[in-house]
């Protein structure tokens, strides 16, 4: 995202109804809205908890990769355990290579001419944080379904062995350190 007007239009379009059912969900009429999204008539932006009402009100997160991305950040979601399993796992796989892909596709294309401008650069690295998020995601739910299993009890004999000669717990450390 670009700016945090874009963030507002992008929340706006996802939410069913638009900008005018935005408006509503805020409790404003819809020339209001538009009045602190474009500050005319003596208006302010919309104010941060108002921002965060929109990404919540359009289920988005488009707000928390802006700021993300500001810091030089990189926005990742928590992968929600009910819904893990190992067809989801194999889906994120699948997500992640695609990511890869298109920043290589990418990068070849702009490598046609011997250069890489300023706005593929910028393509580039959007795609590429959009890669790096989708492989954090598929690693954070890998861990996170197989320790939910082991926790369980439905560990396999060989990783309850590893587990009880300490392997595992110093190998686990040395992910979280």
Do not use: W
């Amino acid at each position: 995202m670009v700016d945090l007007k874009t963030v507002v239009k992008a929340m706006c379009k996802a939410y069913p109804g638009g900008r005018s059912a935005m408006a509503g969900a805020l409790g404003m009429t819809e020339t209001q809205f538009n009045n602190n999204l474009y500050e005319k008539n003596g208006c302010r932006f919309f104010e941060i908890v108002e921002l965060e009402a929109m990404e919540d009100i359009s289920g988005t997160s488009y707000l928390a990769e802006y700021f993300s991305q500001r810091r030089g950040g990189l926005f990742v979601d928590v992968p929600q355990l009910e819904e893990l399993d190992q067809v989801e796992l194999f889906s994120k796989s699948m997500r992640t290579a695609a990511h890869r892909g298109h920043v290589d596709m990418i990068i070849q294309s702009s490598l046609e001419d011997g250069v890489i401008d300023e706005t593929e650069a910028e393509q580039i690295m959007k795609y590429h944080r959009r890669h790096l998020a989708a492989r954090d995601a598929e690693v954070r739910a890998v861990l996170a379904l197989f320790r939910k299993k082991r926790k369980a009890g439905k560990g396999d004999a060989p990783s309850v062995q590893l587990e009880a000669s300490g392997a595992l717990t110093k190998q686990c450390g040395a992910i979280n350190a």
